[in-house]
C-alpha cells in the first residue's frame, strides 16, 4: 500500500492489452471512446490547472514580474509582495529535513534489503508505510503539543549549549522554528525515501552481492562497493522524490513553523514557506492584488515541485527499467 | 592482515547494527504519533462526540458531528466524480499500452500526483469558488476527487497488467467483443484489487486538510447541503489545534484520533485484502 511512485510499463516484448485498437461493434465503439474520455480529462485537467494558476496570477505578474521572487517585502496592506523569505523557508526546511531524513531512510532501507530476517521485513516496511498514510494535520498537532514543548525543552537548549557559536544555533529560542519544521518533515517524507530507495536496492541483481562476497568482501562491503553504487541514481532519484513531497507539505508545517515573513539565519527563529503563506493567507485576503500574489506563489511552488518530481522520476525509472531489462525486478 | 580482516569483519557487525538501529529511530515516530493520540484522545471519545455538534465557547461537551458528516458527504461527492475518471483512464492505460495518449496520460498522471495539494486547492478555488461567489464542500469534492484520480488511474492500470494475457486471448477466441472481455473478463479478475485501490485513495483525501482550506472552508453546523461551506474532521482538527482554548485542544486529539482511525482502518483494510489477493507479490 501506499507505494509513492508507481513505475509500472508493460513488460517489453510481451504483448498486452487489444493489439488491434479498431472495435468492430457498436458496445466496443462506445467502451473504447469512453476509456478515451477518462483519459483524455486527465490532459485536460491538468492543462486546465496551469491555465487557471497563470490566470490568476496575472495581475501579480504583471505588477511585479520575476522579481517578485527576490524581493523580500511582504505587505498586504501596501499591497507590496516579494516572495523570497518564502522560497527560502521552502528550500531550506526541505533541506534540513533531507539531511535528518536521508541517512535514517537509507539505512531503514539497506538493513530491510540486505541484512534483515525475511520474517520481519514486510511488517517493518508495513509500519513505515502506515507512517505514511498518517494526515499531515496530525502530524501538525502532534508536532504542537508534543515535539516542540520536547524540542524546546531538549534538543534546541543542548544544541545551542554546544554550536551556539555557529549563527544556525544562536539567538532566542522560540518554539515553533525552522528546526521543528524540517524535524516534522523529516519523520513525514522518511516513508517515501525508504520506500523508492527499498524498491531501487531490490532491483539489484543478486549476482552483484554474491560476486562480491565471493572475492572476500564482508556483508557490509558488499552493500557499499557493490550494491549501493550500483543503485545509485536510483537512489538520488528517490531522495529528490522526498525532496518535492517536503516542498508542497503544507498542514504539518503551517502549523510549526511559526509563520513570519522575516529572514533569519538562526534556526531556532520561525519561518514561512510557499505553501504555508497560501494557506494561512488565502482565505483572509480581500484585495485582488493579495490574491494573485497568493496564486503567484502557487504557480511558483507547482513548477518547483513539476521540475523536481520530473527529474526524480527519469532517475528511478533508469535504474528499474534497466534491471527490468536485464531479467531482475519484477 | 590477520588483524585487517577482523576489524574488517568488526566494522562489518557494526554497521549492521547502526542500520538496525536506523530501523528502532525510524519506527519511533509512529509509536509516539499513535501513542499520544490514544492517550489524549481516548477519553473524549463518547456517545455525545459522535452525535453533537460543537458548544458555544466556553461550554465544554459537543462534539463534531458535522464534521464527520461533512468528511463523508465530501469524500463521497469526490468519489463520484473522481472514481469514474481514474477508473477509465487506468483501464484505457492497461488495455492499449501503446497508444501515445495512454503513454501522456502515465506521464500527466505522474506529474499530477507529485503536485502539492495545496495547489490543487489554489485551483479549486479559482475554478469553483471564485466563479460561484462563495465556498463550498461541493469545491472542496472538486479538489479531492482531481488528488484522487491520478492515484486510482495508476493502481487500477497496475491492478490490470496483473490479468495474465491468456484469460483475455481465450475470452476473444470464444468470441467475446472486446469491451465485454475487458469489463466481464478482465476488469472482474482484478476487481478486489480495483476495490481496495478506490479504498485506499479514499484513505488518502480523507485525510487532506490543505485543498479544504478555501474550498469547504469549515462551519460550525451541521451541514448537509454541499453547495454550502462545510466541516471537514481534518479542518476540525486545524482549527482546534491552533485555536486558544483548552477544550478545543482537547476536541482536536479526539477528532485526530477519529480521523486517524479511520484512515488506518481503510488502509488496514487494503493491506489485508491485497496480502491475502497477491500473496507472492511482495
Not at chain 1, 94 to 114: Q, R
Not at chain 1, 226 to 237: E, L, M
Not at chain 2, 49 to 62: C, D, N, Q, R, S
Amino acid at each position: 500500500m501506499n507505494e509513492p511512485e508507481s513505475n509500472v510499463a508493460p513488460p517489453k516484448g510481451e504483448p498486452h492489452g487489444f493489439q488491434d485498437l479498431s472495435g468492430t461493434n457498436v458496445g466496443d465503439i462506445v467502451f473504447k471512446t469512453v476509456l478515451i474520455l477518462g483519459a483524455l480529462l486527465i490532459p485536460v485537467l491538468l492543462g486546465f490547472l496551469v491555465w487557471e494558476l497563470v490566470d490568476g496570477s496575472r495581475l501579480a505578474i504583471q505588477e511585479y514580474g520575476l522579481g517578485f521572487l527576490t524581493s523580500s517585502t511582504w505587505d498586504p496592506v501596501a499591497e507590496e509582495f516579494g516572495a523570497l523569505p518564502l522560497i527560502f523557508g521552502t528550500l531550506l526546511s526541505s533541506l534540513l529535513a533531507l539531511l535528518i531524513a536521508v541517512p535514517l531512510s537509507l539505512g531503514v532501507a539497506v538493513f530491510l534489503t540486505e541484512f534483515a530476517p525475511a520474517r520481519i521485513r514486510s511488517p517493518i516496511a508495513f509500519l513505515l508505510e502506515l507512517l505514511a498514510a498518517i494526515p499531515s494535520v496530525v502530524y501538525g498537532l502532534w508536532g504542537i503539543f508534543v515535539l516542540i514543548p520536547f524540542l524546546r525543552a531538549t534538543i534546541f537548549p543542548f544544541l545551542q549549549g554546544t554550536l551556539g557559536f555557529l549563527p544556525f544555533f544562536s539567538g532566542p529560542i522560540y518554539g515553533p522554528s525552522m528546526l521543528a519544521a524540517a524535524v516534522i518533515l523529516a519523520i513525514m517524507v522518511m516513508p517515501y525515501i525508504m520506500s523508492v530507495s527499498r524498491e531501487v536496492l531490490l532491483a539489484v541483481p543478486a549476482s552483484q552481492r554474491e560476486a562480491a562476497i565471493a572475492l572476500g568482501a564482508t556483508r557490509w562491503e558488499a552493500v557499499t562497493t557493490a550494491v549501493i553504487p550500483s543503485a545509485r541514481s536510483g537512489i538520488i532519484g528517490a531522495i529528490i522524490l522526498g525532496l518535492g513531497r517536503a516542498l508542497g507539505e503544507t498542514m504539518a508545517v503551517t502549523m510549526v513553523i511559526g509563520n513570519t515573513h522575516e529572514l533569519a539565519a538562526s534556526l531556532f527563529a520561525p519561518g514561512y514557506t510557499m505553501a504555508a503563506v497560501v494557506a494561512n493567507e488565502f482565505t483572509e485576503a480581500s484585495t485582488d492584488i493579495h490574491f494573485a500574489a497568493l496564486t503567484y506563489v502557487a504557480l511558483a511552488l507547482f513548477v518547483v515541485t513539476l521540475a523536481v518530481n520530473a527529474f526524480a522520476r527519469l532517475l528511478v525509472w533508469r535504474v528499474t527499467q534497466k534491471a527490468s531489462g536485464s531479467g531482475g525486478g519484477r | 592482515m590477520i588483524n585487517s580482516r577482523r576489524v574488517r569483519r568488526w566494522t562489518s557487525n557494526l554497521m549492521v547494527g547502526v542500520v538496525g538501529l536506523t530501523v528502532l529511530i525510524g519506527i519511533l515516530p509512529l509509536f509516539l504519533i499513535l501513542g499520544t493520540l490514544v492517550v489524549k484522545g481516548a477519553g473524549s471519545l463518547n456517545l455525545a462526540f459522535f452525535l453533537e455538534t460543537p458548544a458555544p465557547v466556553g461550554e465544554t461537551g459537543g462534539g463534531v458531528a458535522h464534521a464527520i458528516v461533512g468528511t463523508l458527504l465530501i469524500v463521497a461527492v469526490a468519489c463520484l466524480m473522481g472514481l469514474p475518471i481514474g477508473l477509465a483512464a487506468g483501464i484505457h492505460a492497461a488495455e492499449f499500452p501503446g497508444t501515445r495518449l495512454s503513454r501522456a496520460t502515465r506521464f500527466l498522471a505522474d506529474v499530477m500526483n507529485g503536485t502539492p495539494s495545496i495547489v490543487v486547492g489554489v485551483f479549486a478555488w479559482t475554478w469553483v469558488v471564485a466563479r460561484q461567489g462563495h465556498f463550498s464542500g461541493l469545491a472542496g469534492s472538486v479538489a479531492l476527487a482531481l488528488l484522487m484520480i491520478p492515484m486510482v488511474m495508476r493502481t487500477t492500470e497496475e491492478l490490470i497488467l496483473l490479468v495474465p494475457n491468456a484469460l483475455r486471448e481465450a475470452a476473444l477466441a470464444l468470441g467475446y467483443s472486446r469491451w465485454r472481455t475487458s469489463l466481464t473478463i478482465v476488469a472482474r479478475t482484478a476487481l478486489p484489487g480495483l476495490v481496495t485501490g478506490s479504498l485506499l485513495a479514499v484513505a488518502r483525501i480523507a485525510g487532506e486538510t490543505a485543498p479544504l482550506l478555501f474550498t469547504a472552508l469549515g462551519s460550525q453546523f451541521m451541514r448537509t447541503d454541499v453547495t454550502q461551506p462545510m466541516s471537514a474532521l481534518p479542518l476540525a482538527v486545524f482549527a482546534y489545534a491552533t485555536g486558544p482554548y483548552e477544550e478545543w485542544h482537547r476536541l482536536a486529539w479526539a477528532s485526530a484520533l477519529v480521523l486517524i482511525l479511520l484512515v488506518l482502518f481503510l488502509s488496514l483494510l487494503t493491506r489485508l485484502a491485497t496480502r491475502s489477493r497477491f500473496g507472492s507479490h511482495e
